[in-house]
């Protein structure tokens, strides 16, 4: 008899199966695509060169989970190098953030200000970071239990402890947009448009649409005490991650079945009794945890007609709008401006050329001139891709899922030809070096990998859709309104990034029902 079914091997669904597993309950993880991984996987696109296919930086993963599952065993290096971040400027200029002489070049002031400010930001960042690992607690402060009450007064302790001064700070920056922010604190464009670019990744929003700060701070929240303390290129690819994940799963004795998809869930006297394959074939269990953004849980696989009206509302006008594009480039060389970059490169140079870019897609067109993060991990691991040749990674923003007026393969040529072409500006001679590429529009992410509107969070990280407002209330808690039904993915509390956090505590409230059942 299996006690959970996950659906879905993405590295949440394999961190809750771990620690349910860990914990004596008979697991099955079943997971439609031919690999484990979700959107962590490392797969070749073209003969010979590899990429990681949606998420290429390891940063948020939670220490704590990295250590109870033994990681390291499992052949993730956690300890390997951090790399920092490069702006790549017109005329050949650019700023690395980790060296203060750079920036000096530009602007002393902001060379002198930005280690002091970031180092601010990262204080309040990691204290709202302090209760990644806890259950949103219900608005009725009454009605929760000793636990949860515990857990507030941790984190209002946290708060507390950045003192009077960042406290009100922290008031006054947490609903401003980033451009107002960044001119708070800078006075170059270059320094300002890279701040601008850090709190607008992943969203469907500009530098001066509010709550963007909010989104940089939760960015700077998984560099801290909370995250890895840094960026990485794990060796491997980001598939090394989950392939340690699936590992410390089936050594505690989870099972993981692939090219297994699942149709709908099984649901029997109100409550889950299991799920029913693509194939037809029914898998039973009294508990069923989605992997799944809430939008296709709720939706695909538990169905409307199983639900609350006003919760199906609530789900279907959650925001999943996918503004971001996947480059995947083979390259058989490097121009001079991007020899031996090892670490993340952005292309945005001013805060105005980020807006210019979200206008095109405020109005369903793709950008003219996206704003771009790159990597390019063979630099440090040759072994992605033939001797002397490259892989790089680009996430190009903005490619709006909403479309208007465009296919979805003009949408697809016309994000790589810019991404390309805006490249090209800062990196003279890229194109020449192009010997295929690879590009996953929104549609091609929620086709591909189940994101639903291609948005790579299951929902965008603002302040109306975060703790105890995500995915919605009657679920903030991992538990969805059908009983022995879960969430355990980026849609849930504290959301995206490769963190493993909703799984860890999807599988603590899990724990705590079947405890509370064998008792009754």
């Known amino acids: 008899m299996t006690d959970a079914i996950i659906i879905g091997a993405g590295h949440n669904g394999l961190v809750t199966a771990a620690y349910l597993a860990k914990a004596g309950l008979k697991v099955k993880v079943l997971e439609g695509a031919p690999q484990v991984g979700g959107a962590a996987v490392t797969r070749e696109f073209v003969p010979g060169y590899q990429v990681s296919s949606v998420a290429h930086l390891l940063h948020a993963m939670h220490p704590t989970i990295a250590r109870d599952l033994n990681l390291a065993r499992y052949g993730l290096d956690l300890k390997a190098e951090r790399v920092s971040t490069r702006s790549l400027l017109p005329g050949g200029r ?36 302090s209760y990644a690992l806890h259950t949103p607690p219900r608005p009725d402060i009454a009605k929760m239990d000793w636990e949860g009450k515990l857990n507030l007064g941790k984190f209002a302790w946290a708060m507390r402890r950045l003192g009077r001064k960042d406290m009100l700070e922290l008031t006054r920056i947490l609903t401003m947009n980033v451009n ?36 940089l701070l939760y960015r700077l929240s998984s560099l801290g005490a909370n995250g890895q303390g840094g960026l990485l290129l794990p060796k491997g690819g980001m598939g090394a991650v989950t392939h340690a994940l699936a590992k410390a799963a089936q050594i505690a004795g ?20 299991g799920v029913v394959l693509s194939t037809g074939e029914e ?3 009294p508990r069923v945890v989605s992997n799944a953004d809430p939008q296709r849980t709720a939706l695909q696989f538990i169905g409307p007609r199983n639900l609350d009206t006003m919760f199906v509302s609530r789900i279907r006008h959650m925001r999943m709008n996918g ?25 945005a140079p001013r805060p105005d050329d980020i807006e210019r870019a979200y206008d095109c897609a405020k109005y369903g067109r793709v950008s003219d001139r996206p704003a771009l993060e790159l990597v390019i991990p063979t630099l440090s691991d040759p072994s992605l891709a033939p001797a002397g040749k490259h892989v790089a990674s680009i996430v190009a923003q903005y490619c709006p899922y909403r479309i208007r007026e465009t296919s979805v393969n003009e949408a697809r040529r016309q994000i790589g030809e810019r991404s390309l072409a805006v490249l090209e500006e800062v990196a003279p001679g890229i194109k020449q070096r192009v010997t295929a590429m690879e590009v996953l529009t929104p549609h091609d992410l929620e086709a591909q990998f189940g994101m639903s509107g291609g948005q790579w969070h299951h929902g965008e990280i603002t302040l109306d859709q975060v703790l105890f407002l995500r995915p919605a209330g009657q679920a903030q808690d991992y538990r969805m309104p059908v009983p022995g039904v879960y969430l355990c993915g980026a849609g849930a509390h504290p959301g995206g990034n490769i963190s493993g956090a909703p799984g860890y505590n999807a599988a603590r409230e899990i724990l705590k029902d079947v405890r509370a059942r064998r008792v009754a």
């Open 180 to 215: 107002d922010l960044a001119g708070d604190y800078f006075e170059s464009e270059a320094v300002r448009g890279l701040l601008c670019f850090e709190g607008v990744l992943g969203l469907a929003l500009g530098p001066r649409s509010p709550s963007t700060v909010f989104n």
């Open 323 to 347: 503004c971001t594009a996947k480059i995947h480039l083979a390259l058989d060389g490097l121009p001079e401006a991007l020899t031996d970059r090892r670490g993340r490169i952005v292309v």
């Open 94 to 129: 650019s700023i690395d953030v980790g060296d203060a002489a750079s920036i000096a070049a530009l602007s002393r002031a902001d060379a002198e200000a930005y280690p002091v400010v970031m180092s601010r930001l990262a204080r309040m960042a990691d204290a709202l970071a």
């Open 254 to 273: 989870a099972t993981i079945r692939t090219s297994a998809a699942v149709d709908h869930i099984l649901i029997e006297n109100d409550a889950a009794a």
């Open 283 to 285: 898998v039973r269990a």
